[in-house]
């Protein structure tokens, strides 16, 4: 049978994806960790809220399956799916919402340590713009909400290692080089993205970070007027 190699992600997918999995890792290990680790947590956290800033972007303006309107799809198309009727690139309808729900709980990790004050030895950037109460329980929440991802990530990863063990379907490789090797010959290739697309989402994401990091914050109230010595 004749295999044909097609092009399905591009490579600012590709290295958001690497980027994201090396900062996610490198937060969770500071975050743990914490102490003197905790400042240069944040700053993983910024990273990440940087980086889903551009896929959030790339998923509108970026190529063909990386395009949030080409890979998420109803219950009809996952039902499909299931009893083995959806063939296609890209993300398959299920692992589509185990994507969203994905970057859902990354988006509200990177939000909640933003506005988080733990009180001790770490204050989020954009505290200020929440009362101390909402701090603390976006505090909590912040905290629980590692575990679900740590599930979620889990899951993903164990879903990889099913499809290549049992489906004999590599679903890895194609995330470093790109393309995946397939039988049928009308499955479309990826296209679009490119330079101007690339440098916008990089712009927006900058900007995001600029914001994320106190850029919009007010500025702190003047120190108070040193007082007169007494005149005696």
């Known amino acids: 049978m004749n295999k044909w190699r097609v092009k399905v992600w591009d490579v600012p997918t590709i290295l958001f994806h690497w980027l994201l999995v090396l900062l996610t890792i490198a937060a969770f290990v500071t975050g743990f960790l914490g102490g003197g680790l905790i400042e240069i947590h944040g700053q993983f956290g910024l990273a990440i809220a940087g980086l889903l800033a551009f896929r959030l972007v790339w998923g509108v303006i970026g190529s063909t399956y990386a395009r949030f309107a080409r890979f998420v799809s109803g219950p009809a198309r996952v039902l499909a799916y299931l009893r083995g009727q959806w063939h296609g690139l890209g ?3 299920l692992g ?3 994507v969203l729900g994905l970057l859902t709980l990354m988006l509200f990790q990177v939000v909640s340590g933003l506005l988080s004050d733990d009180n001790i030895s770490f204050t989020g950037p954009l505290r200020v713009l929440v009362s ?3 701090a603390d329980w976006l505090t909590g929440l912040h905290k629980l909400n590692v575990w679900l991802i740590i599930g979620l990530v ?4 164990l879903s990889v290692i099913l499809y290549l063990v049992v489906k004999k379907n590599n679903l890895l490789t194609p995330m470093f080089t790109g393309y995946k ?8 290739p990826a296209r679009g993205g490119g330079w101007l697309p690339f440098i916008v989402a990089t712009l927006i994401a900058v900007g995001v ?5 106190g850029g919009l914050n007010p500025a702190p109230p003047p120190p108070p007027p040193p007082q007169a010595a ?3």
Do not use: K, Y
């Open 91 to 93: 993300h398959n309808p």
């Open 154 to 157: 889990s899951l993903h990863t």
């Open 132 to 134: 101390q109460g909402t």
């Open 96 to 98: 589509a919402w185990s």
């Open 181 to 188: 090797t397939i039988d049928d010959p009308t499955q479309e």
């Open 209 to 213: 970070v600029w914001v994320a990091n």
């Open 230 to 232: 007494p005149a005696w």
